[in-house]
């Protein structure tokens, strides 16, 4: 009889094992089954969480702007001649570009962007052309207008790619341009000048999901906002309604998050500001410095899908990331 009960007992233990293992593999499969989202916290500002400087024999010199194209950051480093690519941990995977002005070659790459594609975008300011690549660095066009006798594009400055549109400063012609990716133009905006709409050395552009255009007017110490349309909607520069003094000194790099923030980055206080989408002040990042969380002349700023965010910190020679 007791050995009868120690089987029985014996048999319960294994079934029970069986099911509660079973329905771990079950709960497992499902959560493969289901799509990633990424969490993004929205209860403060970004916290600093790694630097990443490129590898013992190129090092970055001078870090000019940053884009996350699929599982690589690409950055532009001017005084190097290259673009180095970094993986999400912020290890150096390769690099592409030399000294020169035929293809594959830079003088100062400086505004980087990807399409749908992988393919990646980079802006040489002072061979005044757009340079594509596929994902891995081989040079495969530049990029062309489709009006080859009226061009417009002379010095390209920062580039950002959305929904199949190419937008790019011209920083000599005080413009934005916006094309397809055929290179047919399809609007610009502003002209040199101070007043609504007008601009001296625009340095950046980004997108919001509500197709607003933002762009860091850099000699006018500003950020301008504009419509889908290029309609002048606001100025944003520290102060109530834009039309105050500003708190701005040679904005640089600017992106939006999920949330509507809008991050600017401010060249000469070595800090990034944040601000609402009506130009109210939220708070700012950095502060002159060499310490992980600090800046020094920071310039390119691009924030991803999980809303991580990444900064080019010149004068360190890194790429400081906050979350």
Do not use: W
Not at 193 to 221: C, L, M, R, W
Not at 247 to 264: C, E, F, H, K, M
């Amino acid at each position: 009889m007791k050995t009868k009960t120690l089987i029985l007992s014996m048999c319960t233990i294994v079934l029970l094992s069986v099911a509660f293992f079973g329905a771990i593999y079950f709960l497992n499969l499902q959560n493969k089954l289901k799509p990633y989202v990424a969490s993004v916290d929205t209860g403060g500002p970004p916290e600093f969480t790694q630097s990443f400087y490129g590898d013992f024999d190129a090092p970055l010199i001078k870090p000019m702007d940053v884009a996350k194209v699929n599982d690589y950051i690409y950055v532009s480093d001017s005084t190097g001649k290259k673009i180095q690519v970094f993986d999400q941990g912020g290890t150096p995977v390769f690099k592409f570009g030399n000294a020169g002005n035929k293809e594959g070659q830079f003088n100062f790459p400086y505004g980087i962007a990807g399409d749908s594609k992988g393919n990646i975008y980079v802006a040489d300011l002072y061979n005044g052309n757009i340079s594509i690549f596929d994902t891995k660095g081989k040079f495969i066009s530049y990029f062309k207008e489709k009006d080859e006798e009226h061009k417009v594009i002379t010095s390209p400055g920062g580039l950002r790619i959305f929904k199949d549109k190419l937008y790019v400063t011209d920083i000599k012609q005080n413009k934005v341009y916006i094309f397809n990716l055929k290179g047919e133009k399809l609007m610009e905006i502003g002209g040199p000048g101070s007043k609504e709409g007008q601009f001296i050395a625009p340095n950046a552009v980004t997108i919001d999901k509500d197709n607003h255009i933002y762009v860091t007017d850099s000699g006018n110490n500003r950020l301008q906002v504009f419509d889908k349309k290029g309609k002048f909607i606001r100025i944003i520069n520290g102060s109530k309604d834009g039309k105050g003094d500003t708190i701005l000194l040679n904005p640089r790099g600017v992106a939006v998050d999920s949330q509507g923030t809008i991050y600017i980055v401010n060249s000469l206080s070595h800090n990034i500001y944040a601000f609402d989408k009506n130009g109210k002040q939220e708070f700012e990042l950095g502060g002159m410095g060499s310490d992980k969380d600090k800046l020094y002349l920071p310039n390119g700023l691009f924030i991803d899908n999980r809303g991580t965010l990444f900064v080019t910190d010149t004068v360190n020679q890194r790429i400081s990331e906050f979350n």
